[in-house]
């Protein structure tokens, strides 16, 4: 029975099946992260150009379609 568990133990840390995907996350992380604070900085900023920008569609103050 130990040596069943030991035996299974090393296997276990012998294991490297899942390092590649722990990279994948890390380096995720390293890019949303950052992105996550910018967004969160400048929320109010963000939310008043996409209103403007939105107002001036629903408006019909865009680009006039018969000039393209």
């Known amino acids: ?3 069943k568990l030991i035996d299974r133990l090393k296997s276990l840390h012998n294991d490297e099946q899942g390092a ?3 990279e994948y996350i890390l ?3 390293a890019v949303v992260l950052p992105l996550l604070g910018v967004i969160l900085w ?3 900023d963000i939310v ?3 209103s403007e920008s939105y ?5 019909g ?3 006039d379609p018969s000039t393209l």
């Open 42 to 44: 400048f929320w109010r």
């Open 1 to 3: 029975m130990k040596r």
């Open 27 to 29: 380096i995720i992380a």
């Open 61 to 63: 103050q865009g680009t």
């Open 48 to 50: 008043a150009w996409v």
């Open 55 to 59: 107002e001036d569609v629903k408006d």
């Open 20 to 22: 590649g995907m722990v």
